[in-house]
């Protein structure tokens, strides 16, 4: 079989579950396309870090190809697509050649939602890539910026006033060390005005914070975000925001950096596809993560709806999405090979993990739950393990290391601009 006759693979999204298929499918007989609108791939567990300038991003992002480069049967195009011709078996891309496939993977991940309110994005960005990463440390460290040269104390309040709506794992991680970094790392830079000042407020629009851990682990997350002096406010659905602020319900809140972490839209695959999809976008697969009608295009990770053994959605984290690149390899190599088909895909759960600051995290593997600094350990070795290459495992566990010790954080640089004086950062 020559390499231009072998059965084509294309891949849409160099993400976990993208990136994992095209490794599992490296040494199998078929040639592999991968496309990805980015150049990198993104460890996207903690961008956070990177916006709150705990990290760089070279520590947590990895040229694709440099990844794929061993894999003489993988084509790595820079490239954006904007649709599928189903009939032709054609991806279409903008501006370049459609490319034909025989089996299609969709890995496309999720963006923010901002709930039929768009026009909020500009004043409450969300974290999802490098440039928003570092937008919204911009923001964060520009406010300092401009608090050292105000001279109406309202006014500077409502620069050093810092809301993140939403609190799941990421607005939890970012509200803690967003007040640590005001309580410790900037504690001795600035001569104007305390930073201990600061204002971080956390907005839920449910009952508690982290709702997809046990209410125990939620609970003493709360606590541990009290001691660090944020504000918890729970019930309260977010109605405008704006340029100045937020409003709760009757209740207006001066600030002049928003934070989005409330929710997710999946990719627009299902409409690509004409495929079913739930609310939030996400297409409906069948169980070996198939759409409806066409078994030789599959979804997996953020832009697919899977249904868990216990009926519950499997989660959009990086575990899930490397499981699901895993099975959908096992099942191309499994149709080329015999014809065979695997069983339904299962999802193993790997536990759940989020961090409050730098000394205290929640772990929940179902059988065990941990609390505190041995679950921070834990959880930093995990996402140590999970870097890709021994310089950046080391790179990270060192700044990890020295922000643990020392309070400091090296990676405080304000790029891509900055507000001018008397603006509110951009």
């Known amino acids: 079989m020559t390499a231009a006759s072998a059965h084509h693979v294309v891949i849409v999204g160099a ?3 993208g990136l994992e298929a095209a490794r599992d499918l490296a040494g199998a007989p078929v040639r592999m396309t ?9 460890f996207q567990p903690l961008l956070y870090q990177v916006a709150v300038a705990s990290l760089a991003t070279s520590e947590i992002a990895w040229p694709i190809r440099a990844l794929l480069h061993r894999h003489k049967n993988v084509t790595t195009l820079l490239g ?11 991806v279409l891309l903008d501006g370049e050649p459609s490319i034909a496939f025989d089996t299609l993977i ?3 991940g999720a963006r923010h939602a901002y709930f039929g309110h768009d026009e909020w994005e500009p004043h409450a960005p969300g974290l999802k890539t490098l440039e928003d990463a570092t937008k919204i440390r911009r923001r964060i460290l520009s406010a300092f910026e401009q608090a050292e040269w105000e001279t109406d104390e309202a006014r500077r309040a409502t620069f050093l006033t810092f809301v993140i709506i939403g609190a799941g794992p990421t607005g939890v991680e970012l509200a803690g060390t967003i007040a640590e970094l005001a309580r410790d790392t900037l504690r001795s830079d600035f001569r104007n005005f305390d930073t201990h000042s600061a204002r971080v407020v956390l907005i839920e629009a449910g009952p508690r914070i982290l709702s997809g851990f046990s209410e125990d682990l939620s609970a003493y997350a709360h ?4 001691r660090l002096g944020v504000e918890i406010r ?7 925001c704006g340029e100045d602020g937020v409003e709760l319900g009757d209740e207006f809140l001066p600030a002049r950096t928003i934070l989005w972490a409330a929710g997710v839209a999946a990719s627009p ?3 690509w596809l004409n495929a079913p999809a739930d609310r939030a976008g996400r297409v409906l697969v069948e169980d070996d993560l198939t759409v409806p009608g066409h078994p030789h295009i599959f979804v997996i990770g953020d832009t697919a709806h899977v249904a868990a053994a216990d009926g519950k959605l499997v989660p959009g984290v990086a575990p899930a999405a490397k499981q699901e690149g895993r099975y959908v390899a096992a099942m191309i190599k499994a149709r080329l090979s015999d014809g065979s088909v695997p069983p339904p895909f299962h999802y193993k759960n790997a536990g759940n993990l989020a961090t409050i600051g730098k000394r205290a995290a929640i772990v929940d593997f179902g059988w065990i739950k941990l609390k505190g600094r041995f679950a921070w350990w834990m959880w930093g070795i995990a996402h140590i393990f999970f870097l890709i ?4 495992r080391l790179a990270v566990a060192l700044s990890w290391l020295w922000i643990y010790i020392s309070g400091q954080r090296s990676a405080r640089l304000i790029t891509q601009g900055q507000a001018k004086k008397g603006e509110a950062p951009n």
């Open 80 to 90: 954006s697509v904007v649709g599928v011709n189903i009939r032709e078996k054609e």
């Open 223 to 226: 606590q541990a975000l009290t």
């Open 15 to 17: 993400g976990f579950g």
């Open 269 to 271: 695959a299902a409409d």
């Open 34 to 42: 991968v496309i990805d609108r980015r150049n990198h791939h993104l």
């Open 234 to 240: 729970l019930g309260h659905a977010v109605s405008k």
């Open 389 to 392: 290459g021994l310089r950046n």
């Open 106 to 108: 969709l890995a496309t």
